[in-house]
């Protein structure tokens, strides 16, 4: 299978924060869009991104429909996950890997994002496994997260 190359991310292109697994602390939060606008680049925070439901970045269908939103946009260069944990293994069998080919773009993440490393693999769209906003770009930006950062 031929995956497509992707263009190079140039400055001031958007790149969106999604969190298909778990949440991330509120001071984390309020600090993560500094991290890429300073790099350069613009920032949307999709709302999962700010849910909550106990181990999980708001519910399946927040997190889904955030994926779905940030592949869909033409204004996002790139996606970026927050951070890792646990549940996207649970969106599986409702994402539209149509859509994710019909508007491929980079995804960014590891550890719980593996699953959609692989779904996506498997509809012929590469993928990146690469840090995460709050689980270590944070960290590096700011010189150390706080004990629950990521």
């Known amino acids: ?3 497509r190359p992707y263009p190079a991310l140039l400055p001031g292109q958007t790149i969106g924060v999604i969190a298909p697994g ?4 509120e001071d984390a939060l309020e600090r993560a869009p500094a991290v890429i606008e300073a790099m350069g680049y613009a920032v949307r925070m999709f709302p ?13 269908d927040c997190r889904l429909s ?17 951070r890792g944990g646990y549940g996207s293994g ?8 149509q859509l994710l080919l019909a508007h491929a773009k980079p995804l960014i993440g590891y550890s719980d994002i593996t699953t959609l490393h692989a779904l996506l ?6 993928s990146f496994h690469g ?4 689980s270590d770009l944070l960290g ?4 150390s997260l706080s004990p629950t950062g990521g």
Request: glycine share 8%; hydrophobic share 45%; net charge negative.
């Open 1 to 3: 299978m031929t995956r």
């Open 22 to 25: 778990g949440p991330a602390p």
């Open 48 to 60: 999962g991104c700010y849910a909550r439901q106990a181990y999980l970045a708001g519910d399946d």
């Open 66 to 82: 955030d994926l779905h939103a940030a592949f869909r946009d033409p204004d996002i260069a790139a996606i970026l996950c927050l």
């Open 90 to 97: 649970r969106l599986l069998d409702r994402i539209d890997a």
């Open 121 to 126: 693999s498997n509809a012929g769209v590469a």
């Open 131 to 134: 840090p995460m906003l709050t």
């Open 140 to 143: 590096a930006f700011f010189g």
